[in-house]
């Protein structure tokens, strides 16, 4: 048998992590910051020391899962906000996706938390830049449809809006969510 190539071990690494940012956004829905690396290696179905071998601690997991979720909902606002999409769809999308990448789920319901699980320094971070990549750009939208002196705080409800009612689903791990009512009802005045 021939060794692996460096892409092999590379492929091999990068579908691992993949697999544990998985298990750890759907043991962090079940548990909340009481997950441990041992409901991570679970869910991931592979071993505790291979959880380990990757990240330290849990922190270091959930830091690494809110980054690539924080990129994600950057292409998100990109392409649904900047580009000039409505409210309505970029709503819409964003509960589509959380039903099916519970990480990203977990970002915007931190992110409505002010990322208080996280360490002081770590929530402060992410804190900022969840208001640069999604919160500004929605406010912004906001301001071409009325005026409004606190654009910032009404992007910021609408968002917890929406993760209050994605969680309804997300929690019992429901594939249903209607995902037109809830837009209706909370963003049909946009």
């Given at each position: ?113 002010h ?46 809006g ?29």
């Open positions: 048998m021939t060794p692996r190539t460096k892409e092999q071990n590379e492929a091999i690494r990068t579908r691992r992590m993949g697999q544990i940012m998985r298990a750890a956004a759907e043991a962090y829905v079940i548990k909340g910051i009481n997950m441990d690396m041992r409901d991570v290696a679970a869910a991931a179905d592979l071993g505790y020391g291979t959880v380990y071998h990757y990240y330290k601690n849990k922190y270091d997991l959930l830091s690494d899962l809110l980054t690539m979720a924080l990129g994600e909902a950057e292409e998100i606002g990109l392409n649904y906000l900047i580009k000039g999409s409505s409210v309505q769809d970029y709503g819409m999308t964003l509960l589509r996706r959380w039903r099916k990448d519970p990480s990203l789920f977990v970002l915007y319901k931190l992110a409505c938390e990322f208080r699980e996280l360490p002081e320094q770590e929530a402060k971070v992410f804190a900022e830049r969840f208001r640069q990549s999604v919160i500004i750009p929605l406010a912004e939208v906001l301001g071409t449809l009325r005026r409004d002196s606190r654009l910032e705080e009404s992007a910021f409800l609408i968002i917890g929406l993760v209050g009612c994605a969680g309804l689903s997300v929690y019992r791990r429901s594939a249903e969510m209607n995902e037109d009512e809830i837009v209706k009802l909370l963003l049909g005045g946009f």
